[in-house]
């Protein structure tokens, strides 16, 4: 099963450091070598552990934050053969949404669908062959799928009554969204690449100076299966989830969390700040329609901000 869009909260600083992955910048033990890399089929897994460690590559490198800031299902991909401190170990590449790392496989779990076997993506040459998981581009669901995203961005655009849209932002916005590309291939350099073909149409101060705000997907918070089941409509659910990312970077709720980026304040995330925080900001905005046709933790539910401030070029 391809894990098309379940995001978290990310802040990009510097065209491609993610919040949630970069409080912890701790270099991996010295012993730590790659022997070689694996193809493993794509699966839908469970997080074990919220606190285990995710690393930037294959080689555990750098420690770049915890696994509590990528929600209670990840999609792996993607394996690492490793001698850590003198120990054979595997470790697995994840994705939530467009934001990947790695983790020991031990704290990823197998999900036992209702038929007693864990579900997963059937591949051909790298892409998945899931049909639904993004609008069609030339079909006559596209408009009542433009529409109902179009409606979702409006609804979030309010909150911002005094920033300003961005043409290049809403266009990268709905790229990171909707790209079809994107969101159907299991190459991690091809899947990068895309990324990296998006982040290109900002200069490069741009990119310093972007935040991002996706979805939190607090393990603490059933928001999102409310929105899935129609218990909560999708202003209230933008709402709680600007709630959970404000509690995500405030100290006094996270004794011990080292936040390094001046976008790692709750004032950021607080809705009564927004019409001030964010007057004359360019923003962009893009979500995932729920009549595209995913369920669960997948799809409906996603939405991703992107904003600039004013004076930045």
Excluded: C
Excluded at 168 to 180: C, E, F, P, R, Y
Aim: zero cysteines.
């Amino acid at each position: 099963m391809n894990l098309k869009k379940q995001l978290g909260l990310s802040l990009v600083v510097g065209g491609g450091l993610l919040f949630g992955l970069s409080t912890t910048q701790a270099t991996a033990h010295a012993s730590t070598y790659l022997r070689y890399y694996e193809n493993i089929p794509n699966k839908t897994v469970s997080v074990t552990n919220k606190n285990a460690y995710v690393y930037n590559n294959g080689r555990l490198s750098r420690k770049v934050g915890t696994m509590r800031y990528y929600g209670s299902k990840v999609e792996e991909y993607y394996a690492a053969h490793v001698v850590k401190n003198g120990k054979a170990s595997i470790y697995y590449k994840f994705r939530v949404g467009h934001r990947t790392g790695w983790v020991w496989h031990g704290y990823l779990k197998s999900i036992a669908s209702s038929t007693g076997t864990t579900p997963t993506s059937t591949t051909t040459n790298n892409t998945t062959n899931n049909s639904d998981n993004s609008i069609p581009t030339s079909t006559s669901s596209d408009a009542k799928l433009r529409a109902e995203a179009t409606a979702q961005n409006n609804q979030i655009l309010a909150l911002f009554p005094n920033s300003v849209q961005d043409p290049t932002l809403m266009k990268m916005a709905d790229q990171l969204m909707n790209s079809t590309e994107l969101n159907t291939t299991d190459d991690m350099d091809t899947r990068d690449n895309i990324n990296d073909e998006i982040m290109s149409q900002l200069s490069s101060n741009q990119k310093a100076q972007l935040l991002e705000i996706d979805p939190s997907f607090s393990n603490d918070s059933d928001i999102l299966s409310e929105l899935q089941s129609g218990k909560t409509s999708w202003l209230n659910y933008f709402k709680q989830e600007m709630n959970d990312n404000a509690k995500a970077v405030d100290p006094a709720l996270n004794p011990g969390t080292t936040f390094v980026h001046k976008y790692d304040v709750s004032k950021y995330y607080e809705l009564n700040n927004f019409p001030t925080q964010y007057s004359g900001w360019k923003i962009g905005i893009g979500s995932y329609p729920k009549g595209a046709g995913e369920s669960d933790t997948m799809g409906y539910g996603s939405f991703v901000v992107l904003l600039l401030p004013p004076d930045v070029q």
